[in-house]
Structure formats: C-alpha cells, structure tokens
C-alpha cells in the first residue's frame, strides 16, 4: 500500500489534550432527514457535550457544494446543530469557536503537550522571548469540520476558509477505501507538509484507537479505515499570538487546533 511511502504510523498512548469535535447523531441520513449533530468537547474521542451557546461561536455553518447556510440555533440546544440538510448529496459542517486561554502553571505541563501535539523546539524561542518558567496563558481556537452523507452522499469536501483546515479528499461515503482514507492539511495560504496529525478511531462498541501519522511534502496524510468505523482527525498550530491578541488576552503562546470527523459505512 502507498500508505508505508507517505506517512509514518505511530501507535501510542498520548499525554491528555483536550480536542473540540463536531459528532453527528448519525453520518449517513435521508433527503428527509435532519442534520443532527452535538459539538463536544473531550479527549480520547469521548468528552462533554456543549449546548449552543452563541457567546463562545465564532462560525457555524453547513456547506452543500456551493451553497452555504449559517447555523441558528436557540441558546442551550442539544444537539447544538438540529436543521434539515442543504441539499442532497456530501453536507459539510464547519465550527468555529470564540478563543479562549489556559494557563500553565509550570514548563514541565506545557512541554508534555509541545511534545504530544508534535510542535518543535519551542523552549529555545520561548527563554529568547524571555518568558517564564511557569504561569503562563495559551490562547487557543478550535477549527472543527464534519462530513454528513445525505442520501446519496455524492459530492467533495472543500477548503471553506478556516485558517487552519483539514480537507478530506476522500469521500469516506461513495470512494473506494481500500488504499485509505487521504485528507490534505492547511495553515492559511499553506500546505503543513510533515507535519503530524492524530487519528482517533472509534469502534462500534465504542473502543477508541489513537494513532499518529505524518503529512507528506504536500500536506497529504494516508491512514486505514474500517467499516462501521467513526473517525477524527486532529492537527495543531502553534504560533505566537498577534501583539493585538496578547494584549487583549496576556497569552504569550497561541494554538490553532484543525479537526475532522466522518464515519466508514458498515
């Protein structure tokens, strides 16, 4: 398989980080049907459901080819997206949540996930800077997508402008998946190629695998799916944040967080 050639495949048990994921009720509906789907907050691909709450979305939006429709909802809906498809075919769901900070109170905390999310040498840049050993706040937005098969399910996930953004270039619903599921990971007007991304695999009886592979020189990732499968995939940036940032919010790191889901048809 071309897999082996493009990426590397690493399974491990990662240190604890919290993902923000869209999760349909169901992936594959009818044309007379509901896209029903909860935004959940967690790790492992299992965490907390969160009711719609205007204050902390920044975008919420369905995309059905070239047509797209903003999400309304009422303040404590669960499921946070309940509203009939935009048509026919591959329905994307794309969330965009307001920032938020986390501090840390020691290096050690922040270097677990440095190393975790796979983010380089940052110690170096940040004693240049010199910031502190400890007590420190991160600014971090969360970039979520999900792909809903409606009816037939026929049509291509997009870039949708989320300035970091994963986009599946297999239709995990109408493709053959016999040589993987290919997804292609952006950072604004640039492809990440060899950059890590993690793929949690979930499945029916609820069991979650986690495996890291790498990008290659194009942003392209390669990884095995199974049927009756659900899946996300998960990719960091970590930047520092802009002066107008950290002055409104005194971080001194800032992360952007990209993230998939879709399930394999049994």
Request: charged share 25%.
């Amino acid at each position: 398989m071309r897999i082996l050639a493009l990426i590397l495949a690493i399974v491990t048990t990662p240190v604890a980080a919290h993902e923000l994921w869209i999760e349909p009720l169901a992936y594959q509906i009818g044309a007379d049907q509901r896209l029903e789907a909860n935004i959940v907050n967690g790790e492992e691909f299992e965490g907390v459901i969160l009711s719609f709450l205007p204050r902390n979305i920044e975008n919420f939006v369905v995309f059905a080819g070239e047509t797209a429709k903003r999400v309304d909802g009422r303040p404590g809906d669960k499921p946070a997206l309940n509203q009939a498809p935009l048509a026919e075919g591959l329905n994307i769901i794309a969330y965009q949540a307001r920032v938020a900070t986390l501090n840390y109170a020691n290096w050690e905390k922040f270097q677990k996930f440095v190393d975790h999310k796979d983010l380089g040498d940052i110690r170096p840049l940040h004693d240049a800077r010199g910031l502190p050993e400890g007590d420190f706040d991160e600014v971090y937005g969360r970039y979520s997508k999900s792909l809903i098969g409606v009816s037939d399910a026929v049509g291509s996930d997009r870039r949708i402008g989320l300035e970091t953004e994963l986009v599946a270039l297999t239709n995990p619903y109408t493709d053959d998946l016999s040589d993987g599921m290919r997804v292609q990971l952006h950072y604004r007007n640039e492809l990440r190629g060899n950059e890590q991304i993690e793929v949690f695999e979930k499945a029916p009886d609820e069991n979650v695998t986690i495996t890291l592979y790498r990008t290659d020189e194009n942003g392209i990732g390669i990884f095995p799916v199974k049927p009756g499968h659900s899946y996300m995939v998960d990719a960091v940036v970590l930047r520092e944040p802009s002066e107008a940032l950290a002055a409104e919010t005194g971080a001194v790191w800032q992360t952007l967080w990209a993230n998939l889901t879709f399930a394999v048809p049994d």
